[in-house]
Structure formats: C-alpha cells, structure tokens
C-alpha cells in the first residue's frame, strides 16, 4: 500500500510574514491518503498575522541542533511533509515553537459569557453583537482601546480592547456564537469574499463551548455531542442554570445570578498553561498540544502499518499454491463446460424454437439463443478467472504482453487486468453465430411456406381439372409433408451446428485463459511499484517513528 503523499501549492515568495493569508492568493491543497483518494483540504490559517496587530512578532534566535526546541520543529516539520497529522494544528505549533512571545489562542463559542469572563467594556460588546454573524467571528486581541479592522476576505474581524488579561497572559481569543464543524479546536469559519475558498480552519489551544441558559441553551449543549473530540483539558462545556452550580459529568453547571464570581472557576481554567516560567519555554498550553499531535500521528502510523500488515498477509500466495489453483480452475470449468451446456440446450428456454414452433416463434429466436449464451456461457468460470488473476497479481506475478509493429518496432503492449478470453468468445457468438442462426430460421421456414404453398396451389389446379379430390388433397398432403421434413432436418442439423461451434468457442476460451494464467506464473515473482512503493513507505514510517519518539522525549526534557 503505497504512503500518502502530499502535494501543496505554497504561498508566493513575495509575500510578507506579516501579511494576512487571507490577502494571498487562493490556496490549493491536494492531499493522497493511503485509500488513494484525492480530497481537496480547506484553507488553513493558523499562522495568521495581521498588520494591525500590535507588534510584530520577532523569530527565535537561532538554536542549536540538539535543543529540544529544535528537535520539536524538525519532528513537526517531518509529520508536515509526510502528511499525517492535522496541518492547521502542526501550524499553529510551528508558531509557538519559531517565535518569541507567540500568543495563545483560545476559542470561545458563545459570546454571551464574554463581559462576565473579562469584564468587557460595553463598546467592545457593541462591536461583537454587530459583526458577530453565522460562519463568521471575532479576533480579540490587546489594545489602548477599542477598534475593529475587517481585513479583505477575512471572515474574522480583528478587534483590539483594553482588557488587561489578554496582554498579561499574551493570549488572543476567537469569539463566535456558532461553531462550525466537528472539532471543537478546529473552528472553521465561511468567507464569502473569496472565490473557491469557503471554508477556513482556525485552530486554538483550547475552547470554551458556552451554551447559555434555559431551553434553547439545552438544545445546544446536545448538539456539541456530535464533536469528534472531547479532551477535558482543552475543552470544556458550560450552561448557566439558575441555582445551578457545579460539574455534571463533562458539563459545568454556573449560577448567571453569581455575576462574576460563578465564572471565576471557567476563567483560571481558559487561563491556565497560558504562561511559562521564562520568556523562552514552552508554555504548558502549547506542550498540551504538541503531545495531542503526536499521539494522533503516533495513532495513524500503526493504524497504516497494520493494514499493510494484513494486506501482505492476505495476499500470501506460493507458486506452489497458484499453480494448484489454476489446475483446478481448469477442471471445473470443463466440468462447468460439460454441464452448463448441456443444461442449457436441454432445457425449456431452447425448446421454445424447436422445429415445429418455427412457424410463430421465429421472430424470438435471435433473442432465446442470445439469452441461453449471456447466461450458460461459462459463468462461474469467468467469475473465477478475475478471482484467480487477483491473486496473481497479489503475489506479484506480471508479463506485459509485446507486439512488433509493420516498421518492425517492439511495442510493449498495456496488460490486461484479468483473462478475457471467455469475454471476447462470448461476444463473437453473439455478434456472428446468433444472427446466423436467426437468419437460418427464416430461410428455411420461407422454403418451408413455400413448398407447401405451391404444393397446395398444385392440388387445387387438379382438382378443378376433375382430378378425384382425394387425389388432389394427397397431393397437398405429400408436399406438405415432404416440406415439413426438410424443415425439421435442416433445422435440426443447423442447431447441432451451433451447438457444436459453441461448445468449442468455449473450450478453446478455456483453455486460452489457462495460458494466460501458466504464462504469468512462469514469468515468475516480479518486485511491483507498489512493493516499491510499500518498502519506501515502511522506511518512511520508521523515520516518523524515530522522530516522534525524539520529539516526545525533548517535549518531557524541555522546561
């Protein structure tokens, strides 16, 4: 089974890092997954900057090849390029791991609990009520004071406020009232601005699902049940019950008539990993979700490897065995041959044009034989014939057939996936025998009416020259009888004609089938380009492997 590789249109070199992704032109992104299926990805954006931000973000400086840091960039960068792994999360921890001071993301769904959480001043809240729509969000960030910039395309509004909690924690939060999607720490958001990209990943750390109060707010809160993931640690639900208080199960249950106070347990958590003992460690946030990264592609590695597992296991088939195979596939379609034929021209569907039936079921003999050979010309045997070539080519046995052209080139010809000859015999019975046979019929019965058409005007003309009418009708009788065995032999002997040659259309079918299968066996077992593909997928998997294993240990070791 071959890796999946991917295949991504980057961003134009004359792009600042500063400019928001959104301003670029569209992105392409064409992924084959191991089913090799090609699906085109959202466009990601989890390491947008804007020019509005409110200062630029500085690289780290450079570090040496053992820092775990650095071990943790090139272990992500290496899931980046192999294709496993969420891209837009590997992004955003890229972020955290090449800048200084890079800002957590939280997510908060449901903007309601936003004035209690921070205190947030009621221009800010006028602002997220009037830009808050379906598929679309708010970028808080810190400011001197409050003011929204909508970049083009963008279905996020950046707003700076003075909330001194997001400039103390260096946090930035995306506000929404409805999520989009299945992940809760991957938000999707809808641009309607840009052609073709729709859909717009956004992942943060950790989310917020505020469900709100009363019944609409219960219907909400069984919604998120169709979220694939549910990590306590980095998401957390809430609905506000009046008199309520507490954790129901993976709920928290919040008194709105607390105010603030009912609230202060939600905001230490959202808070909490945010920051780091010194300016040049990892934050726990974002160790939490490098950890969630590599235990996904962790997952998706050995599910890979089982399956590649299973497959070599299925397809492992000896020359011993294929050769056992095709002897008796040979036999029992012979037997099949022997059997089907016969119940086929025995039986009360070719009877329907037996001789003395031709005189109102000519018409219907083209379609009855037609019939008798789409449905008793080696049936089960073309069945096993795909089957037994499946494992042929399972077990890596190959022969591409050549041809030499009039200029006398070899010509390499396409192989055929499976024997056809049964297939093309079958069609040849049907394009020239059964018109044939049809053509037959109506000859014969035309001279058939016809003799006994002039044999009976004969009696007649005797019979008006005072010929005895018994003499006259023997006559008739005589020519009718004469022309009705002429039928009945000629139509006999046409039938065991067309018996006879598609009896041997089949055998011959069988027996060149049997050759195709002997020829590839003795071609003997050829490495494919999947084999190939499968070994340089196994190294693959091996060095993702190692890496993981170093990207984990400098994730423990890094403080």
Known sequence: MPPRLRLTQRWPPTISPTTPCWRSPRPVLLRVTRHNRITVSRCLYSTTQSTTSIEAQHLRAPLPPQHPIEKLQLTLQALQSAGYGEASRIELALRALKQEGAPVRLAIVGADI??????????????IAAHDKHGRGILLRFGTAPKITTPVGSPLAIVTAPIDVLKTNNVELVVTSNLLGADPLVPLFQSTDIPGARVIEYPVHKTLLYAGSGVAGMGRLLASARFTRDSPE???????????????????????????EAVKGIREWLLEGTTSPTETAIKPAVKALLHDIFAKAQKDLEEEAKELSVAALESGDTAESLAHAIGGWSQAAHVELRDSMEAAFLGKEWGK????????????????????????????????????????????????????TDTGDVMELAENPRPMSITHRRAEILQNLVPNLQAAAQKYLLSFLSTTGISGAFSTLL??????????????????????????????????????????QAREAI?????????????????????????????????????????????????
């Open 353 to 404: 044009i037996e001789w003395w039936k031709l005189l109102w079921r000519t018409d219907d003999v083209g379609a009855v034989s037609r019939n008798i050979i789409t449905t008793g010309f080696l049936p089960e045997s073309e069945e096993k014939a795909t089957f037994l070539a499946g494992r042929l080519y399972g077990a890596g046995y190959s022969k591409n057939e050549t041809v030499r």
């Open 463 to 504: 019979w008006l020259s005072d010929v005895p009418l018994y003499s006259a009708l023997t006559v008739a009788a005589a020519g009718s009888v004469s022309s009705a065995r002429w039928l009945q032999s000629r139509w006999m002997k046409e039938c065991k004609t067309f018996q006879g040659v598609v009896r041997e």
């Open 114 to 127: 936003l004035p209690l959480l921070f205190a947030a001043p009621v221009e800010l809240q006028e602002l």
């Open 234 to 260: 980095q998401v957390r639900r809430v609905i506000a019950l009046p008199g309520g208080e507490g954790v129901e199960g993976k709920v928290q249950v919040i008194d709105p008539t607390k105010g603030e």
């Open 511 to 559: 027996v060149e089938s049997e050759r195709w299968a002997w020829e590839r066996l003795r071609a003997g077992i050829q490495q494919t380009e999947a084999e190939a593909e499968a070994e340089r997928g196994k190294e693959k998997r091996g060095m993702l492997q190692r890496a993981l294993k170093e990207g984990a240990e400098a994730c423990k070791t890094e403080r």
